[in-house]
């Protein structure tokens, strides 16, 4: 599997969903500075570091993946939910990196700021790639049967 940028999704979507992600990502942002000035700032980080608008990303998904199937006339329900199932994993993954990069920060940041930043990008790449490989190699594939009723 290779990743690779592309521009397509940018034509895929509609001008409301941009709407809906920054929105979401605000109130997130909002309800995170509530929660920092009511119980501190490290608090308040905790809930600006959850992944603000990864509710409307995966809906989002979901909804462009169907579209696309019913476009071609076959029924795309399944194929959004398994698509934004892969993302919401993807999203998991990546915590696990920024939790090592938050926690690489934390202790290297009293010797020097700028080899914090350096030792906690680096934990994050090895904690990112490592996760990755490490699903990949464990995955288990299982083909749900589907009952005809």
């Known amino acids: 599997m290779l990743v690779k940028l592309s521009s397509d999704a940018l034509k895929q979507t509609r001008w409301y969903e941009y709407g809906v ?5 605000g109130l997130a942002t909002v309800f995170a500075g509530i929660v920092g000035a009511r119980f501190g700032a490290s608090i308040g980080g905790l809930f600006l570091a959850l ?4 509710c409307a990303s ?13 476009k071609a006339r076959l029924s795309g329900r399944r194929r959004g939910q398994e698509a934004a199932a892969l993302d919401a994993a993807g999203a998991a993954l990546g915590s696990l990196g920024l939790a090592a990069f938050a926690g690489v920060f934390h ?3 009293s010797t020097s700021t700028t080899g914090a930043f350096a030792a906690a990008i680096a934990a994050w790449v090895a904690v990112s790639v490592a996760a990755w490989w490490l699903r990949r190699r464990l995955r288990i594939v299982s083909h749900p049967h ?3 009723s």
Request: glycine share 4%.
């Open 21 to 25: 992600r920054f929105l979401l990502g």
């Open 51 to 54: 992944p603000a608008i990864f």
């Open 58 to 70: 995966a809906t989002l998904i979901e909804s462009h993946e169907r579209r696309a199937k019913e």
């Open 107 to 109: 202790l290297t940041v």
């Open 146 to 148: 589907h009952s005809r």
